[in-house]
């Protein structure tokens, strides 16, 4: 059995799974869920806090027993959120057209270069829902790969067998005017089904986050290079931008 897709639409889902979970380490997961609690406790938030994007639940699932009935996951992809429903409160809707009402929210925060995987334009749209759920004075907290770290390897290649025994082969091919990786992830399954699909992810500077939160509504308030606290500086491999809403 083959299955070919295009888009995120396409690569979420058992191809994500089982291709992007192997190399996402507890310790790194741990790390990163630590972060934020201590941002979600530190006075910054209050309230239900929105997972956008949150997938299997990686980061939720942590947060949940850290932070009893505040988090609550949104995702498009039902084999994720079947595995994510175990350990917290989640729906299944669409990021463009959120299910939840105005000010729903004390804090929301998307991970792991999710909006990256949404068409320029769409990203406006995205942070405006996000706005409307978010009440006055709450806070949104974006994690990406910064623009830099992306020109380290213009090209790279993977081929490999990964823990489950399916062998993994992506090619990767940064594009500098548009910000974007390319990417085309094959996988090949020991049962003999093959998967397979074209993606990208854009990479956004804190200039740019500047610009697209503050259009929604938020005031960028902080930035890290690591969920250690430290600054961001050209040799980070991480970008996590911290707004809160006005009003």
């Not at 068409?119 to 405006?128: G, S």
Request: glycine letters at 10%; charged letters at 20%; one cysteine or more.
């Amino acid at each position: 059995m083959t299955t070919s897709t295009e888009g995120p639409r396409g690569f979420f889902g058992e191809l994500y799974l089982r291709s992007t979970r192997p190399f996402l380490s507890d310790t790194v997961s741990d790390a990163e869920a630590s972060f934020l609690e201590a941002r979600l406790r530190e006075g910054e938030a209050s309230g239900l806090v929105l997972d956008f994007g949150c997938g299997h639940g990686r980061h939720a699932s942590r947060l949940a027993w850290r932070l009893p009935g505040r988090v609550v996951g949104i995702d498009f992809d039902p084999l994720s959120l079947a595995e994510a429903r175990s350990s917290a409160p989640v729906t299944r809707g669409d990021f463009f057209r959120l299910p939840f009402r105005d000010d729903a929210f004390g804090a929301a925060y998307c991970w792991y270069n999710t909006l990256g995987t949404f068409a320029d334009d769409a990203v406006p749209v995205a942070l405006a829902e996000l706005a409307r759920c978010v009440r006055p004075g709450g806070w949104f907290m974006v994690h990406g790969t910064p623009p830099h770290a992306a020109t380290w390897q213009p090209e790279a290649s993977y081929d490999a067998v990964l823990p489950d025994g399916s062998r993994l082969v992506e090619q990767v091919r940064y594009e500098p005017h548009t910000h974007r990786d390319t990417l085309t992830r094959q996988l090949h399954l020991p049962d003999g089904r093959f998967m397979a699909a074209s993606f990208f992810i854009r990479y956004y500077g804190v200039p740019e986050w500047e610009a697209l939160l503050d259009a929604a509504g938020f005031s960028v308030r902080w930035v890290h290079g690591a969920v250690d606290g430290s600054a961001l500086n050209e040799a980070s491999v991480d970008q996590i931008v911290g707004a809160q809403k006005r009003g």
